[in-house]
């Protein structure tokens, strides 16, 4: 099971941290990923992490301001976002599947391939 949390109501430039906690399942042997899903728009892969951290991909159009990191002794991946803009409002949802693939491949190409997923954490970005 993965729990999101973090998300809110932030004004343009704002920043949030979002976390995924795990149970039930070790997140060292899982890619984790972070995808979002704005009102009718196609779910996007955001960014996500190998099972280490220097095996990471963005999006282009977060590049510079999300960072995506693990805390594997709390069983947790958090995504940290900051300069938001409106266009990143949406659901954040956490999954986590096993590393098959190259992360971007993984990240970029299909989210339906992940097996795990959290309920979602809404991110509001409006002034």
């Known amino acids: 099971q993965l729990v999101e949390s973090g998300g809110g109501l932030v004004q343009p430039g704002g920043s949030l941290r979002l976390s995924c906690v795990a149970s039930g399942i070790t997140l060292d042997y899982y890619a984790v990923g972070w995808f979002r899903q704005a009102p009718g728009k196609e779910r996007e892969g955001v960014s996500c992490?190998?099972?280490?951290?220097?095996?990471?991909y963005y999006t282009d159009s977060v590049k510079g301001r999300f960072t995506i990191s693990r805390d594997n002794a709390k069983k947790a991946v958090h995504l940290a976002v900051n300069s938001l803009k409106p266009e990143d409002a949406g659901i954040y949802y956490c999954?986590?599947?096993?590393?098959?693939?190259?992360?971007?491949?993984?990240?970029?190409?299909?989210?339906?391939?992940?097996?795990?997923w959290g309920q979602g954490t809404q991110v509001t970005v409006s002034s």
């Open positions: 992490v190998g099972t280490r951290d220097d095996s990471t």
């Open positions: 999954a986590a599947t096993p590393p098959v693939r190259s992360i971007q491949d993984m990240c970029q190409l299909d989210w339906r391939g992940w097996g795990h």
